[in-house]
T-cell receptor, first 117, second 115 residues
């Protein structure tokens, strides 16, 4: 089945530093990937839609300069949290949809738990 | 706008008993509905989906869900719960009439199955 790999699974960084999270589709090509953020005991909030070869589409309220998204190939999207602060601590999950069928289910990475100290 | 409501934060059920996790949705066009399960510190795993066709949809691990258009609901069910079913369950929707490709998720329901 379709596999989405996300790395790292956990990261602890100091305030002011930047962190890069990678999302790879291992056995399919994904022209579109989605980045979600999940707060403790809360639902997934869509942050942005990552489009291969073009700019990401950010949801309202998400700072594009803080959460840099790069989708340079059909199998890799990266999310960089720049100048991280403790309030950026969260669980970040990427997802992608195999094939061109918009009705096929999203497949999710295992998430990255970011802790900013 | 599309939205999903999961009215129960937690559902408790004894092992072997049937379980239901509730979900209602709101979309302006045709609803594409999904259920996902999340285990601690993990991503989401797909359980089942409704796009069109039979209102009763069967999915992974013995789960099923029934699409009810008049009640705008898509409740998740399983005839006999297992302790290993304990996890966080998310209902999600996409409006088939819009170009928006991302899913909107409900707030999640924690299922606790007691032995």
């Amino acid at each position: 089945g379709a596999v989405v790999s996300q790395h790292p699974s956990r990261v602890i960084c100091k305030s002011g530093t930047s962190v890069k999270i990678e999302c790879r589709s291992l056995d399919f090509q994904a022209t579109t990937m989605f980045w979600y953020r999940q707060f403790p005991k809360q639902s997934l909030m869509l942050m942005a839609t990552s489009n291969e070869g073009s700019k990401a589409t950010y949801e309202q309220g998400v700072e594009k300069d803080k959460f840099l998204i790069n989708h340079a190939s059909l199998t890799l999207s990266t999310l960089t949290v720049t100048s991280a602060h403790p309030e950026d601590s969260s669980f970040y999950i990427c997802s992608a949809r195999p094939g061109t069928g918009v009705n096929s289910p999203l497949h999710f990475g295992n998430g990255t738990r970011l802790t900013v100290t | 706008a599309q939205s999903v409501a999961q009215p129960e934060d937690q559902v408790n059920v004894a092992e072997g008993n049937p379980l239901t996790v509730k979900c209602t949705y709101s979309v302006s066009g045709n609803p594409y509905l999904f259920w996902y399960v999340q285990y601690p510190n993990r991503g989401l795993q797909f359980l089942l989906k409704y796009i069109t066709g039979d209102n009763l949809v069967k999915g992974s691990y013995g789960f099923e869900a029934e699409f009810n258009k008049s009640q705008t609901s898509f409740h998740l069910k399983k005839p006999s719960a297992l302790v290993s079913d304990s996890a966080l369950y998310f209902c999600a929707v996409r409006d088939g009439r819009t170009g928006r490709r991302a899913l909107t998720f409900g707030s999640g329901t924690r299922l606790q199955v007691q032995p």
